[in-house]
């Protein structure tokens, strides 16, 4: 909604692509080998990825102009699911296909800033939703979830009962 969200995605990828090349350039080792294992579990976290995104998209009001704010499915478990699947899932998904340790270290840097860029952003929902959002950020966590395995009905974005 506030936009911060591109912004916050393209320097994750700067940092990742700068990453990227000072390893290439130290020669830095690998802490993992480039073996079948690590293309697997970095599909199986492209595709968790895919289907947070699925999920935190399905619930969006389809209009921008239809302002409301969304609690229910994956937003209840935490307030920023696209980017939380960026920096949790992607980004080290990525970092097991270019074989890069520092890639995968670099994860850290990518959470700081969408951890930054999240504070623009829930600023401007506070002055739109008003005690509501305020509300909303005392129950739910940011990236992190209090706890896993959602009610299928929940996750996917079916209203609450």
């Known amino acids: 909604m506030a936009g911060v969200g591109p912004l916050g995605f393209g320097l ?35 595709c968790a990825a895919g289907l947070v995104f699925y999920a935190a998209i399905r619930v969006m009001p389809i209009s921008k102009h239809n302002k409301c704010l969304i609690t ?49 952003e829930e600023r401007k929902l506070i002055r739109v939703f008003g005690q509501a959002y305020k509300d909303y950020m005392k129950e739910t966590p940011g990236f992190i979830p209090k706890y896993a395995a959602p009610c299928h009905k929940q996750f996917w974005g079916d209203k609450k009962d």
């Open 72 to 120: 229910h499915g994956v937003y209840s478990y935490v307030r920023h699911p696209r980017y939380a699947a960026i920096v949790f899932l992607i980004y080290p998904a990525f970092a097991l296909l270019v074989h890069s340790s520092l890639c995968l270290i670099s994860t850290l840097v990518a959470y700081l800033i969408f951890r930054l860029s999240t504070v623009l």
């Open 12 to 46: 994750c990828i700067l940092v990742f692509v700068a990453f990227w090349k000072i390893d290439e350039v130290a020669e830095i080792a690998p802490l993992y080998g480039n073996n079948v294992l690590h293309q697997v579990l970095a599909g199986l976290l492209l």
